[in-house]
T-cell receptor
């Protein structure tokens, strides 16, 4: 079946602009995660959704970052007033059941964001 | 705070040689442990995971990992490396019984395979 998809695959923007990154999880997966991977680093957790609600947003770096999942499926990560330091690969993952640490998270290919 | 250490940033092995990638974690209890592989342009793919029970875990593509509680380690091994194994490998932990289920990743080990 289809895996996690993310669009766009690449995004180039200018400092100060607003961007939206989209994640389409595996059908039926109730848990959705966003991670950010900077060059030479492992992915870092940003936010976790159970259904429509953000169960843990402790990884969002500041209030310029916001994510929604209004219907419990597709999620959008929104970044306001982008800064050069926001340049990274943004990864989305989904898993079948919420509240289960041992559930496998399936990752999408990521969106590579470059802020000029 | 929970953390994961992958001490080897870059490893080169010859095709057919054995491989061991190191992973150490810092956590108050036994966490859930994972190894993921990331090929260029590809998403992270799960190789194997450990939750409990047998400390030697078998995964896909001929990989295995051994959990050693006394050393807080979860090293990844493969007896004979193939050229297609060249990729970046990430060790990750998830807190046992945690409500957030977030994965904490190491910084990765980049594997190069020589012919």
């Amino acid at each position: 079946g289809a895996g996690v998809s993310q669009t766009p695959s690449n995004k180039v923007t200018e400092k100060g602009k607003y961007v939206e990154l989209r994640c389409d999880p595996i059908s039926g997966h109730t848990a959705l995660y966003w991670y950010r991977q900077s060059l030479g680093q492992g992915p870092e957790f940003l936010i976790y959704f159970q259904g429509t609600g953000a169960a843990d947003d402790s990884g969002l770096p500041n209030d310029r970052f916001f994510a929604v999942r209004p219907e419990g499926s597709v999620s959008t990560l929104k970044i306001q007033r982008t800064e050069r330091g926001d340049s990274a690969v943004y990864l989305c993952a989904s898993s079948l059941s919420p509240g289960q640490s041992q559930e496998t998270q399936y990752f999408g290919p990521g969106t590579r964001l470059l802020v000029l | 705070a929970q953390s994961v250490t992958q001490p080897d940033i870059h490893i080169t092995v010859s095709e057919g040689a054995s491989l061991e990638l190191r992973c150490n974690y810092s956590y108050g209890a036994t966490p859930y442990l994972f190894w993921y592989v990331q090929s260029p342009g590809q998403g992270l793919q799960l190789l194997l995971k450990y939750f409990s029970g047998d400390t030697l875990v078998q995964g896909i593509k001929g990989f295995e990992a051994e959990f050693k509680r006394s050393q807080s380690s979860f090293n990844l091994r493969k007896p004979s490396v193939h050229w297609s194994d060249a990729a970046e490998y990430f060790c990750a932990v998830a807190p046992y019984g945690g409500a957030t289920n977030k994965l904490i990743f190491g910084t990765g080990t980049l594997l190069a395979v020589q012919p």
